[in-house]
């Protein structure tokens, strides 16, 4: 990290943790909106997309979503970045490759998993990278570990999982911190060894990853003994959770960090609270009662790509009592899923379709199902794929599960078939439940009438 950089790390650093506190939710979006107000008027022009807008208030400007970015990608960043030049230049850096011809070569290209279609592709600037840097070790380096960085002449050991290294997260590499990245391309077995002998202070990585990993050391073949655990990149399923605590007798912090910007962070008092300090999040609310929604994000610390009124996929599902910890951003119960892992069920009173939420759906099973270690659940149409890793006794236990869970929120069970528990692609995300195909309320009339 270059000196100017890491004085941007120092600053963001200092103003994230020491800084930024209100002392209500109405002294924070007061100081969100003079930032927005300031953001439309002075920078968002920048961008081809948004040049001819007449911005007077945010919610004038169309919401957007992955597909209208990438086909207008130029329009949404201030170098006129055509979207394939991007494209090469994130791929060059995960391969350690120079950026391809005419690609500022002080800009990051990096890209999403690509769960669902065409990658999502970012760009950042270095002053962006290293302000990350900082506001991203302000809400992980909890006192402890400070306290290490200070009383000890070696670095912190970080260790990260992920399917791709990027120069984003390589820039908290310093004389501070010895930060270790490993490629899930590989697989995660095949870097046991490595990881025992970094021994790692902080170990960040997928959930399905963090949890291979506290079995192995459950089982006595991976010594670890990491003072921070933190989940990201997947939903943190509930068994997971408590073998990641049985295993290292340490809560699972998580981070929600997407390609569109950091969003949400665990506190000291282990809530999700939602990044608003930097991020501006509309509520697209999914139920009557107001708990779960999809955000849309306006990100306005950004200058290189327009994050503003970008809808993600992502279905949140608020806290119901404030946080011991005294912050006034809004805090989460979890990160439920993506919206199209939410299942259709037609209400037995009415018929009309009603959404099964996937948070209802892995509580059920960890709650009531038996000596289950691992299953998927699909929906396509009016039937319910269902395969679980076991024998029929475990089938039977997971399905009786879901079918009393379904009657209890009043709807009608679907028709279900067993199927084969399909092995993952080392370095790809976890989703254990979604919605296939959606199917119509006619689909089931037809199913029970015959």
């Known amino acids: 990290m270059k000196p100017a950089e890491f004085l941007c790390t120092v600053r ?4 994230t943790r020491y800084g930024l506190r209100f002392p209500n939710r109405a002294s924070l979006d007061r100081w969100q ?5 300031a953001f439309l008027s002075t920078t968002l022009e920048k961008a081809p997309f948004y040049r001819e807008a007449c911005v007077s208030e945010l919610t004038s400007l169309p919401i957007v979503q992955k597909q ?3 086909e207008h990608f130029s329009g949404f960043n201030t170098r006129g970045i055509e979207l394939e030049n991007a494209l090469a230049a994130a791929r060059a850096a995960e391969t350690g490759q120079p950026p391809p011809t005419g690609f500022d070569p002080s800009l990051t290209a990096g890209l999403s998993s690509g769960t669902q279609g065409r990658p999502g592709v970012f760009l ?12 991203l070790l302000a809400r992980t380096l909890d006192r402890d570990l400070l306290g290490c960085l200070v009383r000890r002449m070696t670095p912190l050991r970080v260790a990260l999982f992920l399917r791709a290294n990027s120069a984003l997260y390589t820039t908290l590499k310093s004389r501070f911190i010895d930060f270790r990245f490993f490629d899930l391309q590989s697989g995660a077995h095949t870097h046991a060894g490595a990881l025992a002998k970094f021994d790692p202070d902080v170990l960040v990585a997928p959930a399905s990853v963090l949890a291979w990993l506290a079995s192995e050391s459950l089982d006595g073949r991976l010594p670890l003994q990491p003072r921070k655990l933190i989940s990201v990149a997947e939903v943190l399923e509930p068994d997971d959770e408590r073998r990641i ?16 910007g950091f969003l949400a962070y665990t506190c000291e008092h282990g809530s999700l609270h939602l990044n608003e300090e930097f991020v501006h999040i509309e509520a697209e609310w999914l139920d009557e009662t107001r708990t779960r929604f999809v955000p849309i994000i306006t990100d306005f610390t950004r200058r290189t790509q327009m994050i503003v009124r970008y809808r993600l996929d992502d279905i949140l599902r608020l806290r119901s009592e404030p946080c011991r910890c005294g912050r006034v951003t809004r805090a989460l119960a979890a ?21 099964l939420f996937p948070d209802a759906v892995r509580h059920a099973i960890a709650r009531h199902a ?7 659940l699909a ?18 236990s997971v399905r009786r599960a879901i079918d009393e869970l379904i009657v209890m929120q009043g709807m009608t069970p679907p028709a279900w078939r067993r199927a084969t528990l399909e092995a993952r692609a080392n370095a790809a995300k976890r989703r254990r439940i979604v919605c296939v195909t959606r199917p119509s309320a006619s689909q089931f009339d037809s199913m029970h009438s015959t």
């Not at 963001?12 to 103003?15: E, G």
């Not at 038996?370 to 299953?375: A, F, G």
């Not at 929906?379 to 039977?396: D, I, M, R």
């Open 12 to 15: 963001a650093f200092i103003r």
């Open 33 to 37: 909106r003079r930032r927005l107000d």
């Open 68 to 70: 209208t970015m990438l």
């Open 124 to 135: 950042a600037s270095a002053d962006e990278r290293a302000t990350w840097a900082g506001i």
């Open 245 to 260: 605590r049985a295993a290292y007798g340490k809560p699972v912090h998580q981070l929600y960090q997407c390609t569109e």
């Open 335 to 355: 990160i439920d899923g993506r919206v199209d892992d939410v299942l259709w069920l037609p209400s037995s009173s009415t018929g009309r379709l009603m959404p």
């Open 370 to 376: 038996d000596c289950v270690v691992d299953y998927t």
């Open 379 to 396: 929906q396509h149409n009016v039937t319910l794929h269902l395969a679980v890793e076991g024998e029929e006794a475990a089938f039977a």
